[in-house]
Protein backbone atom coordinates (compact mmCIF):
# COMPACT_ATOMS: atom_id res chain seq x y z
CA UNK A 1 0.00 0.00 0.00
CA UNK A 2 1.12 3.57 -0.77
CA UNK A 3 2.12 5.53 2.07
CA UNK A 4 -0.10 8.55 2.20
CA UNK A 5 1.11 11.82 3.40
CA UNK A 6 -0.81 15.18 4.44
CA UNK A 7 1.36 17.72 3.92
CA UNK A 8 1.24 21.31 5.36
CA UNK A 9 0.88 23.35 1.93
CA UNK A 10 1.19 27.55 1.57
CA UNK A 11 0.77 27.73 -2.20
CA UNK A 12 4.31 28.55 -2.19
CA UNK A 13 7.40 27.39 -4.33
CA UNK A 14 8.51 25.48 -1.46
CA UNK A 15 5.71 23.14 -0.51
CA UNK A 16 5.18 23.21 -4.18
CA UNK A 17 7.44 21.80 -4.88
CA UNK A 18 7.33 19.72 -2.24
CA UNK A 19 4.65 17.82 -3.38
CA UNK A 20 6.50 16.49 -6.34
CA UNK A 21 9.54 15.49 -4.65
CA UNK A 22 7.97 13.55 -2.17
CA UNK A 23 5.98 11.54 -4.54
CA UNK A 24 9.00 11.09 -6.75
CA UNK A 25 11.75 10.19 -4.05
CA UNK A 26 9.59 8.75 -1.13
CA UNK A 27 6.79 7.42 -3.35
CA UNK A 28 3.90 8.29 -1.55
CA UNK A 29 0.38 9.77 -2.03
CA UNK A 30 0.43 14.02 -1.21
CA UNK A 31 -2.86 15.14 0.64
CA UNK A 32 -2.31 18.89 0.50
CA UNK A 33 -3.67 20.92 3.50
CA UNK A 34 -3.61 24.93 3.17
CA UNK A 35 -4.64 26.28 6.59
CA UNK A 36 -5.98 29.81 6.17
CA UNK A 37 -4.40 31.78 9.25
CA UNK A 38 -4.56 35.24 7.53
CA UNK A 39 -1.85 35.21 5.58
CA UNK A 40 -1.21 37.24 2.19
CA UNK A 41 -4.59 39.63 2.82
CA UNK A 42 -4.05 41.54 -0.38
CA UNK A 43 -2.97 38.37 -2.48
CA UNK A 44 -4.46 38.65 -5.20
CA UNK A 45 -4.52 35.10 -5.97
CA UNK A 46 -7.28 33.37 -5.45
CA UNK A 47 -7.18 29.91 -3.25
CA UNK A 48 -8.97 27.67 -6.18
CA UNK A 49 -5.34 29.27 -8.11
CA UNK A 50 -3.28 27.72 -5.31
CA UNK A 51 -5.64 24.59 -5.07
CA UNK A 52 -4.97 24.01 -9.03
CA UNK A 53 -1.50 24.41 -8.12
CA UNK A 54 -1.39 21.62 -5.72
CA UNK A 55 -3.21 19.62 -8.02
CA UNK A 56 -0.61 20.27 -10.60
CA UNK A 57 2.21 19.13 -8.45
CA UNK A 58 0.65 16.01 -8.34
CA UNK A 59 -1.33 15.66 -4.45
CA UNK A 60 -4.87 13.57 -4.73
CA UNK A 61 -6.35 16.32 -3.16
CA UNK A 62 -5.99 20.01 -2.02
CA UNK A 63 -8.01 20.90 1.50
CA UNK A 64 -8.47 24.34 2.11
CA UNK A 65 -9.50 25.20 5.88
CA UNK A 66 -10.22 28.94 7.00
CA UNK A 67 -8.91 28.61 10.69
CA UNK A 68 -8.84 32.28 11.19
CA UNK A 69 -11.34 32.79 13.64
CA UNK A 70 -9.08 29.82 15.80
CA UNK A 71 -5.96 31.91 15.28
CA UNK A 72 -7.45 35.02 16.78
CA UNK A 73 -9.46 33.92 19.48
CA UNK A 74 -7.36 31.00 20.67
CA UNK A 75 -4.09 31.98 19.81
CA UNK A 76 -3.85 35.80 19.61
CA UNK A 77 -6.38 36.13 22.67
CA UNK A 78 -3.95 33.95 24.84
CA UNK A 79 -0.94 35.38 23.74
CA UNK A 80 -2.75 38.96 24.73
CA UNK A 81 -3.54 37.51 27.90
CA UNK A 82 -0.06 36.46 28.34
CA UNK A 83 1.80 39.14 27.29
CA UNK A 84 3.98 37.68 25.28
CA UNK A 85 7.16 39.01 23.46
CA UNK A 86 9.67 36.52 23.05
CA UNK A 87 12.98 37.86 24.54
CA UNK A 88 10.94 41.49 24.87
CA UNK A 89 10.04 42.12 21.90
CA UNK A 90 8.48 39.88 18.98
CA UNK A 91 5.02 38.68 19.73
CA UNK A 92 5.64 35.26 18.59
CA UNK A 93 3.99 35.81 15.04
CA UNK A 94 5.29 32.34 13.66
CA UNK A 95 5.46 30.73 16.85
CA UNK A 96 1.17 30.91 16.83
CA UNK A 97 0.04 29.83 13.61
CA UNK A 98 2.08 26.41 13.78
CA UNK A 99 -0.08 24.92 15.95
CA UNK A 100 -2.79 25.89 14.81
CA UNK A 101 -1.73 24.32 11.29
CA UNK A 102 -0.37 21.14 13.49
CA UNK A 103 -4.18 20.52 14.73
CA UNK A 104 -5.26 20.92 11.27
CA UNK A 105 -2.96 18.75 9.77
CA UNK A 106 -3.58 16.36 12.16
CA UNK A 107 -6.73 16.05 11.94
CA UNK A 108 -7.01 16.17 7.88
CA UNK A 109 -4.25 12.92 8.55
CA UNK A 110 -6.84 10.98 10.57
CA UNK A 111 -9.55 11.79 7.63
CA UNK A 112 -7.35 11.11 4.93
CA UNK A 113 -6.43 7.57 6.87
CA UNK A 114 -2.82 9.14 6.34
CA UNK A 115 0.39 8.09 8.09
CA UNK A 116 2.58 10.87 7.73
CA UNK A 117 2.70 14.02 7.76
CA UNK A 118 4.94 16.61 6.46
CA UNK A 119 5.77 20.30 6.56
CA UNK A 120 8.12 23.01 4.38
CA UNK A 121 10.71 23.84 6.71
CA UNK A 122 14.55 23.61 6.50
CA UNK A 123 16.65 22.62 8.88
CA UNK A 124 17.78 25.64 10.51
CA UNK A 125 14.93 27.29 11.84
CA UNK A 126 12.38 27.10 14.68
CA UNK A 127 9.44 26.38 12.17
CA UNK A 128 10.97 22.70 11.90
CA UNK A 129 10.38 22.20 15.98
CA UNK A 130 6.99 23.50 16.26
CA UNK A 131 5.59 21.29 13.55
CA UNK A 132 7.53 17.96 14.74
CA UNK A 133 6.78 18.29 18.13
CA UNK A 134 3.27 19.99 18.01
CA UNK A 135 2.60 17.16 15.84
CA UNK A 136 3.75 14.32 17.94
CA UNK A 137 1.96 15.83 21.44
CA UNK A 138 -1.15 15.11 19.18
CA UNK A 139 -0.93 12.40 17.51
CA UNK A 140 2.41 10.12 18.53
CA UNK A 141 1.64 7.46 16.07
CA UNK A 142 2.01 9.53 12.79
CA UNK A 143 5.68 10.15 11.44
CA UNK A 144 6.78 13.60 10.39
CA UNK A 145 8.47 13.96 7.23
CA UNK A 146 10.84 17.06 6.24
CA UNK A 147 11.31 17.15 2.59
CA UNK A 148 13.46 20.64 2.55
CA UNK A 149 16.00 18.75 4.95
CA UNK A 150 16.79 16.37 2.26
CA UNK A 151 16.13 17.79 -1.07
CA UNK A 152 19.74 20.04 -0.89
CA UNK A 153 18.24 22.34 -3.33
CA UNK A 154 18.68 25.97 -3.68
CA UNK A 155 15.83 28.65 -4.31
CA UNK A 156 17.07 28.61 -8.10
CA UNK A 157 17.02 24.83 -8.25
CA UNK A 158 13.49 24.93 -7.00
CA UNK A 159 12.57 26.95 -9.67
CA UNK A 160 13.94 24.34 -12.15
CA UNK A 161 12.41 22.00 -10.69
CA UNK A 162 9.04 23.54 -10.54
CA UNK A 163 9.57 24.56 -14.54
CA UNK A 164 10.49 20.53 -14.91
CA UNK A 165 7.42 19.31 -13.79
CA UNK A 166 5.23 22.13 -15.35
CA UNK A 167 4.35 23.58 -11.79
CA UNK A 168 2.78 26.70 -12.02
CA UNK A 169 4.32 29.12 -9.80
CA UNK A 170 4.65 32.76 -9.79
CA UNK A 171 8.59 32.60 -7.86
CA UNK A 172 11.42 33.79 -9.04
CA UNK A 173 14.91 32.69 -9.31
CA UNK A 174 15.93 35.81 -7.32
CA UNK A 175 13.66 36.38 -4.32
CA UNK A 176 14.99 38.38 -1.62
CA UNK A 177 13.47 38.06 1.33
CA UNK A 178 11.95 34.92 3.43
CA UNK A 179 8.67 36.45 4.72
CA UNK A 180 5.94 34.71 6.81
CA UNK A 181 2.89 35.96 7.81
CA UNK A 182 -1.09 35.38 9.41
CA UNK A 183 -3.24 37.94 10.59
CA UNK A 184 -1.10 38.40 13.59
CA UNK A 185 2.00 40.08 12.02
CA UNK A 186 4.47 39.34 9.21
CA UNK A 187 8.23 38.25 9.91
CA UNK A 188 10.93 38.89 7.36
CA UNK A 189 14.18 37.34 6.87
CA UNK A 190 17.19 36.73 5.01
CA UNK A 191 19.04 39.48 2.22
CA UNK A 192 20.37 42.32 3.64
CA UNK A 193 18.33 41.91 6.88
CA UNK A 194 21.48 39.23 7.59
CA UNK A 195 23.80 41.94 8.51
CA UNK A 196 22.89 43.27 11.97
CA UNK A 197 24.96 46.20 11.28
CA UNK A 198 22.57 47.14 8.47
CA UNK A 199 19.57 49.24 8.91
CA UNK A 200 16.59 47.15 7.33
CA UNK A 201 15.23 48.34 4.08
CA UNK A 202 11.81 49.64 3.38
CA UNK A 203 11.32 47.41 0.95
CA UNK A 204 9.42 44.29 2.30
CA UNK A 205 7.54 46.01 4.82
CA UNK A 206 3.62 46.83 3.88
CA UNK A 207 1.30 46.71 6.88
CA UNK A 208 3.81 49.80 8.51
CA UNK A 209 4.76 52.00 5.66
CA UNK A 210 3.50 55.16 6.67
CA UNK A 211 0.64 56.65 4.88
CA UNK A 212 -0.70 59.24 7.54
CA UNK A 213 1.01 61.86 9.68
CA UNK A 214 -2.41 62.30 11.19
CA UNK A 215 -1.88 61.37 15.13
CA UNK A 216 -5.30 59.15 16.44
CA UNK A 217 -6.39 58.79 19.45
CA UNK A 218 -8.33 55.22 20.18
CA UNK A 219 -9.58 53.52 22.65
CA UNK A 220 -9.50 49.70 23.22
CA UNK A 221 -11.47 47.77 25.59
CA UNK A 222 -11.11 44.16 27.27
CA UNK A 223 -13.21 41.98 29.10
CA UNK A 224 -11.60 40.21 31.37
CA UNK A 225 -8.50 40.19 29.08
CA UNK A 226 -9.94 39.70 26.05
CA UNK A 227 -10.20 42.44 23.82
CA UNK A 228 -13.81 42.92 22.53
CA UNK A 229 -14.37 46.42 21.30
CA UNK A 230 -12.30 49.17 19.45
CA UNK A 231 -13.94 53.08 20.06
CA UNK A 232 -16.71 51.35 21.63
CA UNK A 233 -18.03 49.17 18.77
CA UNK A 234 -17.83 45.47 19.62
CA UNK A 235 -15.69 43.42 17.31
CA UNK A 236 -14.11 39.86 16.91
CA UNK A 237 -10.72 39.43 17.66
CA UNK A 238 -10.17 38.82 13.78
CA UNK A 239 -11.28 41.71 12.79
CA UNK A 240 -10.35 44.07 15.26
CA UNK A 241 -6.30 42.87 14.68
CA UNK A 242 -7.05 43.86 10.80
CA UNK A 243 -8.56 47.24 11.73
CA UNK A 244 -5.47 48.20 14.09
CA UNK A 245 -3.11 46.61 11.53
CA UNK A 246 -4.37 49.20 9.24
CA UNK A 247 -5.45 52.22 11.37
CA UNK A 248 -2.09 51.71 13.73
CA UNK A 249 0.44 50.51 10.63
CA UNK A 250 -0.11 53.67 8.71
CA UNK A 251 1.64 55.87 11.26
CA UNK A 252 4.30 53.44 10.99
CA UNK A 253 4.18 52.03 14.43
CA UNK A 254 4.63 48.42 14.99
CA UNK A 255 8.02 47.12 13.64
CA UNK A 256 10.36 45.17 15.19
CA UNK A 257 13.87 44.76 14.23
CA UNK A 258 15.93 42.36 16.47
CA UNK A 259 18.59 39.41 16.78
CA UNK A 260 16.85 36.60 18.20
CA UNK A 261 18.05 32.81 19.71
CA UNK A 262 16.59 30.39 17.96
CA UNK A 263 15.90 26.93 19.91
CA UNK A 264 18.40 25.58 17.24
CA UNK A 265 21.52 27.78 19.09
CA UNK A 266 21.61 29.90 16.22
CA UNK A 267 21.33 34.12 16.37
CA UNK A 268 19.64 35.37 13.82
CA UNK A 269 18.21 39.21 12.86
CA UNK A 270 14.64 39.18 12.10
CA UNK A 271 12.77 41.97 11.24
CA UNK A 272 9.15 41.90 12.13
CA UNK A 273 6.08 44.22 11.81
CA UNK A 274 2.84 43.89 13.79
CA UNK A 275 1.32 47.04 14.47
CA UNK A 276 -2.06 45.47 15.96
CA UNK A 277 -0.25 42.81 17.79
CA UNK A 278 2.15 45.13 19.49
CA UNK A 279 -0.47 47.87 20.10
CA UNK A 280 -3.13 45.44 22.10
CA UNK A 281 -0.56 43.62 24.06
CA UNK A 282 0.60 47.36 25.27
CA UNK A 283 -2.91 48.10 26.19
CA UNK A 284 -3.97 44.81 27.63
CA UNK A 285 -0.01 45.28 30.04
CA UNK A 286 -1.33 48.85 30.90
CA UNK A 287 -4.91 48.00 31.93
CA UNK A 288 -2.95 44.99 34.41
CA UNK A 289 -0.79 47.91 35.88
CA UNK A 290 -4.32 48.93 37.05
CA UNK A 291 -6.20 46.18 37.94
CA UNK A 292 -3.67 43.39 39.30
CA UNK A 293 -3.22 42.36 42.38
CA UNK A 294 1.11 43.27 43.43
CA UNK A 295 1.99 40.07 44.24
CA UNK A 296 0.06 38.55 41.27
CA UNK A 297 1.56 40.77 38.69
CA UNK A 298 4.63 40.21 39.70
CA UNK A 299 4.23 36.80 39.64
CA UNK A 300 2.71 36.64 36.35
CA UNK A 301 5.53 38.67 34.55
CA UNK A 302 8.02 35.85 35.87
CA UNK A 303 5.71 33.24 34.22
CA UNK A 304 4.76 35.57 30.85
CA UNK A 305 8.28 34.36 30.33
CA UNK A 306 8.39 31.04 30.66
CA UNK A 307 5.07 30.99 28.61
CA UNK A 308 6.63 32.53 26.12
CA UNK A 309 9.56 30.68 25.82
CA UNK A 310 7.41 27.64 25.86
CA UNK A 311 5.40 28.93 22.51
CA UNK A 312 8.52 29.88 20.96
CA UNK A 313 10.29 26.50 21.39
CA UNK A 314 7.27 25.06 20.01
CA UNK A 315 5.47 23.36 23.23
CA UNK A 316 1.86 24.90 22.47
CA UNK A 317 0.78 21.41 23.32
CA UNK A 318 2.63 20.23 26.55
CA UNK A 319 1.80 20.39 30.34
CA UNK A 320 3.13 22.86 31.62
CA UNK A 321 2.26 25.77 28.98
CA UNK A 322 -1.39 24.50 30.22
CA UNK A 323 -0.93 25.19 33.64
CA UNK A 324 0.59 28.17 32.86
CA UNK A 325 -2.35 29.11 30.71
CA UNK A 326 -5.24 27.80 33.58
CA UNK A 327 -2.68 30.31 36.14
CA UNK A 328 -3.17 33.45 33.43
CA UNK A 329 -6.92 32.74 33.12
CA UNK A 330 -7.33 33.05 36.72
CA UNK A 331 -5.01 36.51 36.63
CA UNK A 332 -7.24 37.84 34.14
CA UNK A 333 -10.77 37.99 35.66
CA UNK A 334 -10.75 41.53 36.24
CA UNK A 335 -8.72 42.63 33.50
CA UNK A 336 -11.89 44.63 32.45
CA UNK A 337 -11.99 47.97 31.33
CA UNK A 338 -10.39 50.88 28.62
CA UNK A 339 -7.17 51.97 27.23
CA UNK A 340 -6.84 55.18 25.45
CA UNK A 341 -3.98 54.43 22.67
CA UNK A 342 -2.47 57.46 20.82
CA UNK A 343 -0.77 57.03 17.44
CA UNK A 344 1.76 59.25 16.21
CA UNK A 345 3.72 59.70 13.09
CA UNK A 346 6.31 58.12 12.68
CA UNK A 347 6.39 54.92 14.57
CA UNK A 348 5.34 56.06 18.06
CA UNK A 349 2.12 54.42 19.75
CA UNK A 350 1.55 54.95 23.90
CA UNK A 351 -0.80 54.59 26.17
CA UNK A 352 -2.18 58.04 27.47
CA UNK A 353 -5.16 56.80 29.67
CA UNK A 354 -6.97 53.73 31.50
CA UNK A 355 -10.16 52.92 33.46
CA UNK A 356 -11.24 49.64 35.02
CA UNK A 357 -14.84 49.45 37.03
CA UNK A 358 -12.13 46.69 39.35
CA UNK A 359 -9.52 49.76 39.33
CA UNK A 360 -6.93 48.91 42.27
CA UNK A 361 -5.95 52.43 41.94
CA UNK A 362 -7.78 54.22 44.85
CA UNK A 363 -7.26 57.89 44.73
CA UNK A 364 -7.82 58.66 48.05
CA UNK A 365 -4.68 56.59 48.97
CA UNK A 366 -2.59 58.13 46.01
CA UNK A 367 -3.46 61.71 46.22
CA UNK A 368 -1.26 64.64 47.90
CA UNK A 369 -4.11 67.02 48.16
CA UNK A 370 -6.27 67.70 50.77
CA UNK A 371 -8.55 64.98 50.52
CA UNK A 372 -5.79 62.36 51.17
CA UNK A 373 -7.47 59.30 53.29
CA UNK A 374 -3.83 57.53 53.94
CA UNK A 375 -2.64 57.23 57.22
CA UNK A 376 1.33 58.89 57.41
CA UNK A 377 1.51 57.79 60.75
CA UNK A 378 1.05 54.27 60.48
CA UNK A 379 4.24 54.18 58.52
CA UNK A 380 6.35 54.87 61.03
CA UNK A 381 6.08 51.31 62.56
CA UNK A 382 6.23 49.56 59.44
CA UNK A 383 8.93 51.34 58.02
CA UNK A 384 11.19 50.61 61.06
CA UNK A 385 9.97 46.81 61.01
CA UNK A 386 10.70 47.06 57.51
CA UNK A 387 13.99 48.05 57.79
CA UNK A 388 15.43 46.16 61.33
CA UNK A 389 17.31 43.81 59.55
CA UNK A 390 19.16 45.99 57.37
CA UNK A 391 19.75 48.55 60.23
CA UNK A 392 20.97 45.44 63.15
CA UNK A 393 23.53 44.22 60.36
CA UNK A 394 25.09 47.86 59.96
CA UNK A 395 25.29 48.30 63.96
CA UNK A 396 26.74 44.56 64.25
CA UNK A 397 28.89 43.99 61.30
CA UNK A 398 29.28 47.94 59.69
CA UNK A 399 27.92 49.04 56.33
CA UNK A 400 30.43 49.32 53.77
CA UNK A 401 28.53 52.69 51.83
CA UNK A 402 29.97 55.83 53.20
CA UNK A 403 30.03 58.68 49.91
CA UNK A 404 33.15 58.42 48.32
CA UNK A 405 35.84 61.01 49.98
CA UNK A 406 34.42 60.56 53.53
N1 LIG B 1 12.14 33.78 13.73
C1 LIG B 1 10.73 33.76 13.78
C2 LIG B 1 10.24 32.57 14.57
O1 LIG B 1 10.96 31.64 14.71
C3 LIG B 1 10.09 33.84 12.41
C4 LIG B 1 10.37 32.77 11.44
C5 LIG B 1 9.56 33.01 10.25
N2 LIG B 1 9.93 32.32 9.05
C6 LIG B 1 10.22 32.95 7.89
N3 LIG B 1 10.36 32.22 6.84
N4 LIG B 1 10.37 34.24 7.80
O2 LIG B 1 9.13 32.56 15.05
Redesign the pocket.
Known amino acids: MTKRVVLAYSGGLDTSVAVRWMIENWHVEVVAVLVNVGQDPESSESLDDIRSRALAAGAIECVIVDARDEMAEEFCGRAIATNAL ?1 EGK ?1 P ?4 LSRPVIVRHLVAQARAFDAQAVAHGSTGK ?3 QVRFEVGVHALAPDLEVLAPARSWGMTRADSVDYAARWAIPIQATKDKI ?4 ENLWGR ?4 GDIEDPWSAPPEEPYTLTRVRTSEPVEMILSFREGRPTALDGQDMALAELIAVLNDRVGATGFGRVDMV ?1 N ?2 VGIK ?1 R ?1 V ?1 ECPGALALIMAHADLEDLTLERDVHHEKRRLETRWTELV ?1 DGLWFSPLKEALDAFVAETQRFVTGDVRVRVEAPGVARVVGRRSPYALYDHGLATYDADDAFHHEDSVGFVRIFGLGVQTWAARQGARHAAPGT
Open positions: YYLVSAGNDYSIDAIECERRSEYY
